[in-house]
């Protein structure tokens, strides 16, 4: 039980706090709930898509986990983030940084459920790394990627 929660609360807490201290309060919760959905979606999305890749140009694991698997989750966790941005979902910088840390946490949460339900190796270290390195890397990323979409969008001047 203790590596669930060390593999789950750290990024569930850190958007919580994010969430608790943006003075705007501009971000629903109805919002962050649609962002943690996509980022499972796209963690579930992810998964077969490695798959699927793998099999197909018969990638070595070491090749994939590298070298394709991160492309392709960085790109499918843009993509609710970017439909966020253009739709004008998105009212300030902060709030472009916590739905995407939203979007990650959604993405961190999926996996590391999908690895607690298939590793046996119970070991609190690799715990550890996954809830306080890999999770927190994933709602990172992603709200930086948030937070530079919405600042190139509002540097813009044409919106077509």
Do not use: C, Q
């Amino acid at each position: 039980m203790l590596n669930v929660a060390i593999a789950l609360v750290p990024v569930v807490a850190f958007l919580a706090t994010l969430l608790l201290m943006d003075s705007f309060k501009l971000v629903s919760w109805r919002g962050v709930g649609f962002a943690l959905l996509a980022g499972g979606l796209a963690a579930y999305g992810a998964s077969f898509l490695n798959l699927h890749l793998a099999d197909e140009l018969r990638l070595p694991l070491h090749v994939l986990s590298r070298y394709v698997a991160p492309l392709t989750e960085e790109a499918l966790k843009a993509l609710y983030v970017l439909f966020l941005v253009r739709r004008g979902r998105v009212g300030f910088l902060v709030d472009a940084a916590i739905l995407g840390f939203a979007v990650g946490t959604g993405f961190a949460l999926f996996e590391n459920l999908e690895y607690l339900r298939a590793l046996t190796d119970r070991r609190l270290l690799l715990w550890m790394v996954r809830g306080f390195g890999t999770a927190l890397l994933h709602g990172g990323t992603t709200a930086i990627l948030a937070t530079v979409a919405k600042a190139l969008y509002d540097r813009r001047g044409d919106r077509a």
